[in-house]
């Protein structure tokens, strides 16, 4: 998931960016009002993390520009205004919650996860794909029974992938949502990732899950579907059951 995180202070930017990169996130900084704002028009984010008192535009303003603009991504706002009233103001601007600095990161995670669950309309704390299992809450990964050890970002793509199951998913797409405003599109980093995510999910005997749609992207095959090879073999069935060559009609 791509968060924005809005912090003017380096060392705190730094720290919570770490923190929620080594979680799967996938964050981009802005240390400015203005920033945020064009940030957020031209990248599709999944939450952003505001800080009220940031240089130009205030979080506030920020917020309320959000709102009217018709974005409805999360806000968690942060500031060291610990006022009822500041509070109530970033909720009245279309906040989504609150978090007052000092501030443990533990509790910065649980807020985050309890919005992102909200606002996917309660994401499951499991993702099953055929007898692939992810847990969300350990970020751990298992299939038939076996654990799959995975980095951070094979762990964060392969979410993705098993969120977007049954339909094809692009690079496009990928890059929007796993990495960040540093990714290189002309790079062959998702295909790099893609594939060794695949060498360890796709390990024999077991039928292949994840394919690639040339020139459109990678998809998972769900429970009952057939495989690859299982729907070429049924066009060679059919073919030589009708007296004829086998269907030139190529399947991934």
């Known amino acids: 998931m791509r968060l924005l995180l809005v912090e003017d202070d380096p060392r705190i930017a730094r720290f919570v960016a770490k923190g929620l990169r080594e979680r799967a996130y996938a964050v981009d900084i802005s240390a400015t009002g203005d920033d945020a704002l064009y940030q957020a028009a031209i990248n599709s984010y999944d939450l952003v993390i505001l800080d009220v008192m940031i240089p130009g535009r205030n979080g506030f303003e920020v917020c309320r520009e959000l709102r009217r603009a018709g974005n409805s991504v999360p806000i968690l706002m942060l500031t060291a205004r610990d ?5 109530i103001t970033g ?13 443990e990161f533990r509790e910065l995670l649980a807020r985050l996860g309890a919005l992102l669950r909200r606002s996917a309309e309660m994401r499951p704390p499991q993702i099953v794909v055929a007898d692939l299992v992810l847990d969300t809450g350990a970020q751990s990964v298992s299939r038939a029974g076996r654990t799959i050890p995975l980095t951070t970002k094979e762990y964060a793509l392969l979410e993705f992938l098993a969120r977007s199951a049954g339909r094809v ?14 990714f290189d599109p002309f790079s062959n980093l998702i295909e790099v990732y893609v594939n ?8 024999a ?11 459109a992207g990678y998809f998972f095959v769900l429970a009952g579907e057939p495989s690859s090879s299982e729907r070429q073999a049924d066009d060679v069935s059919h073919a030589r059951s ?3 060559a086998p269907s030139r009609k190529t399947h991934v």
Not at 91 to 103: E, I, Q, R, S, V
Not at 171 to 176: V, Y
């Open 83 to 87: 006022a009822v009233e500041d509070r």
């Open 242 to 244: 009708r007296g004829g």
């Open 91 to 103: 909720l009245d601007h279309g906040a989504d919650d609150y978090l007052t600095k000092p501030f």
């Open 205 to 215: 005997p077991l039928k292949q899950l994840l394919h690639t749609r040339r020139g």
């Open 169 to 182: 998913v692009g690079r496009a797409e990928i890059a929007e949502h796993v990495w960040d405003e540093t």
């Open 196 to 203: 060794r995510v695949r060498r360890k999910i796709d390990f």
